[in-house]
C-alpha cells in the first residue's frame, strides 16, 4: 500500500521560534483546523477504499465477464494510471482554482468513475470507470494533503500528514469488510459503489470551509489571507504570517524543473525517486489488490474465508502496524525503520515463496479438497508479517523522507516528480502481477520482490541519510557539506 502525499509547500514560516511554542503550554488546535482535519480523513478514506474494494470484487468480476488474466490485470491497475495523470494535474489545478474547489472537483470526477464501475455492463465501461475514478484519487490524494498542510499550524502538520496515512488505511481496511459482508452474493457492483459515499461526503464538509492562506496570498487575496490564519492559529499574528507565508513563496517560485533535475540536487531526487519506486515494487499493491487471490491459492476455497483473512491479515494488521511509525518515527528515525521494515519484509516474502512453492505442486481442485495446508498457513504468517513490515517503514517513512530531503523552493516539484514515479511504479507491479505469474510461479513472483527488498536495503544503505531531529534548512545545507551528508548517511540511530 502506497499512500502517495501532496506537493507539501513547507515554508519558513513553519519553524516555531516563539520558546513559549515550544512548552507543553501549547495552544490548543483550533476548531477550524479540526474542520479541516476531517476533510484529510475523507480523502485518505476514500484513496484507502479504493485500493481495498477491488480484491474482493474481481471474483464476481470474473464470474460476470469471464475476463483474460490480461483484462483482470488492467481492471486492477488502470485505476494507478488515471491517478498518475491526476496527480501531475493536481497541482496545477490547486494553484489555478485553488485547494479548496480542486478537492470538489477530485470529489466529483470519484463518484463519476464509481458509479460508471458499479453500472458497468461489460468491462470496457468498468475499465473506463476505473480509470476515472483513479483521476478523482490522484488529485485529492494532491490537494488534500497539500490543503491540510497549508492550514494548520506548524504544532499541527506532522499530526496531520499521520492522519491522512492511517485513514488511508482504515479506508483499506473498511472496504475488506465491505468484501466479507457482500461477497457471499456475487454483489461486487455494491462493493464498488460505496466508495461514492466518503466523495459526496468530503463535498458537504469542505463546502463550508475557506481555502488555504498560501493560496490566497498567491493570488492577492491578502485579506482572506489574514481570515484563514485567525481562524486556524488565532494566537498567532495574522500580519506577520502572511508576510512570511510571501517570503516563503517569492522563494519557491524561483525554481524550475530545469533546477529540480540539476546536479544540485540531484542527490536528493535520487533519494526521493528510488525510494518512491522501490516502496512499490517490493510488492505491497500486488498483495492489497489480489490478497483475496492470493488466499484462495493459500488454501482458502471459500470466497468468505478469503474476505475474512484478507480483512484481519491485511486490513487490520496495516492499520495497527502504521502506528508504529505514526508514534515512533520522531523517536527511533528514519534509517532504523526503513532497516527493520525491509528486513522484515524480505524474510517474510521468502517464507511465503517456499509457502507457494509446495502449494503450486498442488492442483486448484486438491487445495480446495484439503482445505487450508500447513503450508498455507505459512503463506498466512508470511503475509501477515510483510504487511505488518512495509506498515511501519516503507509505507510511512518513504513519504516523510520525500517531503524533508528537497529545500523549499523545490520541494513542490521534486515531490511530485517522486510521486509520479511511485504511481507508474504501482502500475507496473500491478499490470504484471498475474501475468509474472503465469509465466513462472507464485512462489517465483515473490522472490522477486524479496530481491527487491535486498536492494531497498542496500539503497537504504548506500544513499538514504538520517533526517531525524534536523531542520528543513539543516536538511538543505547538508547536501553541500560531503562530510556532513557522509555522517548523516552512515547514521543508524
Given at each position: 500500500m502506497s499512500t ?8 519558513d514560516?513553519?519553524?516555531?521560534d516563539?520558546?513559549q ?19 484529510l480523513l ?5 484513496f484507502?477504499y479504493?485500493q481495498?474494494?477491488?480484491s474482493?470484487?474481481?471474483?464476481g ?8 488474466t ?6 486492477t491497475?488502470w485505476?494507478?494510471?488515471?491517478a498518475m495523470?491526476?496527480a501531475?494535474?493536481?497541482?496545477v489545478l490547486a494553484?489555478?482554482l ?5 478537492l ?14 458499479a ?6 465501461v468498468?475499465?473506463?470507470g476505473?480509470?476515472v475514478?483513479?483521476a478523482?484519487?490522484g ?5 488534500g494533503p497539500?490543503?491540510g498542510?497549508?492550514n494548520?499550524?506548524a504544532?499541527d ?5 499521520s492522519?491522512y ?7 483499506i ?10 461477497i457471499?452474493?456475487?454483489?461486487w457492483r455494491l462493493?464498488l ?12 464538509v ?5 481555502d488555504?492562506?498560501?493560496?490566497y496570498?498567491?493570488?492577492g487575496?491578502?485579506?482572506d489571507?489574514?481570515d ?6 488565532p494566537?498567532?499574528d ?6 512570511d507565508?510571501e517570503?516563503?513563496l517569492?522563494?519557491?517560485q ?5 533546477e529540480v ?5 540531484r542527490?536528493p ?8 519506486v522501490?516502496q512499490?515494487?517490493t510488492?505491497?499493491n500486488?498483495?492489497?489488490?489480489y490478497?483475496n487471490?492470493?488466499?484462495?491459492a493459500?488454501?482458502?476455497?471459500s470466497p468468505?474465508?478469503?474476505s475474512l483473512a484478507?480483512?484481519?491479515?491485511v ?5 495497527l502496524?502504521?502506528?508504529i511509525?505514526v ?7 528514519r ?8 528486513w522484515?519484509?524480505?524474510?517474510s516474502l521468502?517464507?511465503?515463496a517456499?509457502?507457494?512453492f ?10 480446495a479438497a484439503?482445505?487450508t ?16 513490515s512495509f506498515?511501519?517503514?516503507?509505507g510511512p517513512i518513504v ?9 523549499s523552493?523545490?520541494?513542490?516539484k521534486g515531490v511530485a516528480?517522486?510521486?509520479a514515479?511511485?504511481w507508474f ?5 500491478t499490470?504484471?502481477f ?5 509465466l513462472?510461479s507464485t ?9 527487491f527488498?535486498?536492494?531497498?536495503l542496500w539503497?537504504?544503505?548506500r544513499?538514504?541519510?538520517e533526517?531525524?531531529g ?10 553541500a557539506?560531503p ?8 547514521a543508524?540511530d
Open positions: 502517495p502525499p501532496s506537493r507539501v509547500r513547507q515554508v514560516c513553519e519553524r516555531v516563539d520558546p511554542m515550544r512548552d507543553h503550554t501549547q495552544p490548543r488546535t483550533s476548531r477550524y483546523v479540526l474542520a479541516v482535519g476531517l476533510v475523507l480523502c485518505g478514506l476514500l484507502g479504493d481495498g474494494v477491488i474482493g470484487a474481481l471474483s468480476i470474473e464470474k460476470e465477464f469471464g475476463p483474460s490480461f483484462v483482470i490485470e488492467i481492471i491497475s485505476v494507478t494510471l488515471g495523470v491526476g501531475l494535474v493536481a497541482g494553484d489555478r485553488g485547494r479548496r474547489f480542486t470538489v472537483l477530485a470529489s466529483v470526477i470519484f463518484v463519476v468513475g464509481a458509479l460508471l464501475e453500472l458497468a455492463p461489460g468491462t470496457t468498468l475499465v473506463v476505473r480509470l475514478l483513479g478523482g484519487v488529485i485529492a490524494s494532491v490537494a497539500l490543503y498542510a497549508e494548520a499550524a504544532r502538520r506532522g499530526r496531520m500528514v492522519l496515512q492511517m485513514a488511508v488505511t482504515i479506508g481496511f473498511l472496504a475488506y469488510w465491505a468484501d466479507y459482508l457482500l457471499e452474493n456475487d454483489r462493493m459503489g460505496i466508495s461514492a459515499v466518503p466523495a459526496v461526503l468530503l463535498v458537504l469542505v463546502l463550508p470551509l475557506r488555504s492562506a498560501t493560496w496570498v498567491k493570488v487575496r491578502r485579506t489571507a489574514e484563514v490564519v485567525r481562524k486556524a492559529e494566537e498567532v495574522a500580519a506577520q504570517r502572511i508576510a507565508i517570503q516563503g517569492a522563494s519557491e524561483q525554481a524550475s524543473w530545469g533535475f540539476s546536479r544540485t540536487w542527490r531526487l535520487i533519494v526521493a525517486g528510488g525510494l518512491a522501490l512499490q515494487l510488492g505491497i500486488a498483495i492489497i489488490y490478497a487471490t492470493i488466499f484462495a493459500a488454501g482458502f476455497d468468505t474465508q478469503q484478507t480483512l484481519w491479515a486490513g487490520g494488521v496495516n492499520v502496524a502504521t502506528l511509525a508514534l515512533y518515527v520522531d523517536r527511533f528515525g534509517k532504523p525503520l526503513l532497516t527493520i521494515g525491509s522484515g519484509m524480505l524474510l521468502l517464507l511465503v517456499g509457502a507457494f509446495r502449494l503450486d505442486e498442488v492442483s486448484a481442485s486438491d487445495a484439503h482445505g495446508s500447513n503450508a498455507g498457513l505459512l503463506a498466512l504468517v508470511g503475509t501477515v508479517t510483510f504487511i505488518a506498515a511501519f517503514s516503507l513519504w516523510t523522507v520525500i517531503n524533508e530531503v528537497f529545500p523552493h523545490v520541494r513542490g516528480a517522486a510521486t514515479l511511485n511504479a504501482a502500475w507496473a507491479v499490470q504484471t498475474l501475468s509474472v505469474v503465469d513462472t512462489s517465483g513472483a515473490f522472490l522477486i520482490f524479496a530481491f527488498c535486498a536492494v531497498t539503497f537504504v544503505h544513499y538514504v541519510p533526517t531525524k534536523r531542520t528543513l534548512e539543516e536538511v538543505q545545507a547538508m547536501w557539506d562530510d556532513e551528508l557522509e555522517r548523516a548517511i552512515a543508524r
